[in-house]
């Protein structure tokens, strides 16, 4: 049986960047990845721009909810094995501590959700941030994690939020 790695998205608001992410790896993973997505300041609802998004991608929508990381620190949650950063403030901010000991890697891509100006620039900005993430997701999604130490995939991890 193969392993399932549990893996937590975050950002500050959790309602736009790592609401995407967590969708295109639970699709795109098949069951490999069981992703999550969380906020240090999440905004209580999903932003529509990420959610036609994910439509337009043909991807999933149902269920999606913008949520606090602390229900990822809490007594009985999955146990992470890779926590990565999608926005620069949540990177920078002092995290819960979490059960077991993740991987971490900061994937900063630019917010969609504060650029401001037409509808079509605005759906611009969030196919932009889909496309960099699907981008990372997929080098991700290949690299051989059964095969590499600790510090190798933490350096390769990384690397991928450099591209």
């Known amino acids: 049986m193969e392993k399932v790695y549990n893996v937590l998205f975050l950002c500050t608001g959790n309602s736009a960047r790592s609401i995407m992410a967590e969708v295109m790896l639970n699709h795109f993973g098949r069951g490999r990845f069981k992703a999550y997505s969380a906020g240090s300041r999440p905004g209580g609802s999903v932003n529509p721009l990420s959610l036609e ?28 094995d890779f926590i990565i950063t999608v926005c620069d403030n949540a990177a920078s901010e002092v995290c819960p ?67």
């Open 53 to 80: 998004t994910l439509e337009s991608l043909g991807l999933p929508t149902a269920g999606l909810r913008s949520k606090s990381w602390d229900e990822f620190a809490a007594p009985g949650s999955p146990l992470l």
């Open 97 to 163: 501590v979490w059960p077991g000991k993740p991987t971490t890697a900061h994937w900063g891509v630019a917010d969609p959700a504060a650029v401001e100006g037409s509808d079509l620039q605005r759906r611009a900005a969030f196919r932009d941030a889909a496309v960099v993430l699907r981008r990372r997701i997929d080098l991700f999604l290949s690299l051989p994690l059964e095969k590499l130490d600790a510090l190798s995939l933490r350096t390769r991890l990384r690397d991928i939020g450099k591209k």
